[in-house]
């Protein structure tokens, strides 16, 4: 019988703005939630989460950060991948013998992924941002730790849906619009989660999925059909992955 190991993945929180969950955040201090997000995340997916200490926005500090996940069998980092002045993990990454194979994606929210391979491990450096980083937990990270243990259906289902109310969108960009799903006539009915902010948790919670919306569209109109990614679930069964 052929079985593999459940692969361990260090989870590196950045940023001096951040606090642990039993801290009682100070003026411009907010919660380390995306550490635990991830990890449950992470669990979800079959892998062994190892929650690293928080690196705060010092090269020293994040490369020594960066030297102690790369121990793990693959590393998920989350801030400091943008382009703000102190976004060190590029430049941690690159004293490390980094081997960057993309960064950026056109996608809304999630635009700055990081991926590449440190130590011949694969790291994934996400956004700060609390649903940027778990959409992008979603679509990228999920599938990798599911093809590492042996998985042949690697992605969430995607089911059919039509979208209840227009909504806007960022031409250039696919969007992925969360949305939640009920029973229609003909049908599931995507409705748009109220706040699409990137730091609105509670519009991926209760079963959410990710409606895609195309690049080319600045608007998407009521009535039409999107694909929507969703979580396992009986409407999602019966459709088979993408």
């Not at 976004?87 to 700055?112: N, T």
């Not at 227009?166 to 049908?187: A, M, N």
């Not at 600045?218 to 999602?236: D, I, K, N, R």
């Amino acid at each position: 019988m052929l079985v593999h190991q459940r692969p361990r993945v260090a989870i590196l929180s950045t940023g001096s703005e951040l606090v642990e969950v039993d801290d009682v955040p100070g003026p411009g201090q907010v919660v380390n939630s995306n550490a635990y997000g991830l990890a449950a995340a992470v669990r979800e997916a079959g892998g062994e989460p190892v929650v690293l200490p928080i690196a705060p926005d010092r090269l020293d500090e994040i490369r020594a950060s960066v030297a102690q996940a790369a121990r793990a069998d693959v590393v998920v980092s989350t801030g400091g991948v943008s382009v703000g002045d102190l976004d060190f993990v590029k430049d941690a990454l690159e004293a490390a013998s980094f081997e960057r194979l993309f960064w950026r994606v056109a996608q809304k929210p999630g635009k700055p992924l990081l991926f590449g391979r440190l130590a011949e491990r694969p790291f994934f450096g996400l956004p700060g941002n609390p649903v940027s980083a778990l959409v992008c937990f979603a679509l990228y990270v999920r599938p990798a730790l599911r093809r590492l243990q042996g998985h042949r259906r690697v992605h969430l289902p995607v089911v059919r849906a039509r979208l209840a109310a227009p909504v806007r969108k960022t031409r250039g960009l696919t969007e992925f619009v969360r949305v939640s799903l009920s029973d229609g006539p003909d049908g599931a009915i995507a409705t748009a989660a109220r706040s699409q902010s990137s730091g609105a948790l509670s519009a991926l919670g209760g079963g959410a999925g990710l409606l895609v919306g195309a690049a080319e569209l600045a608007e998407l109109p009521a009535g039409a059909s999107y694909p929507v990614v969703v979580a396992e679930s009986a409407l999602a069964r019966e459709t088979p992955p993408f």
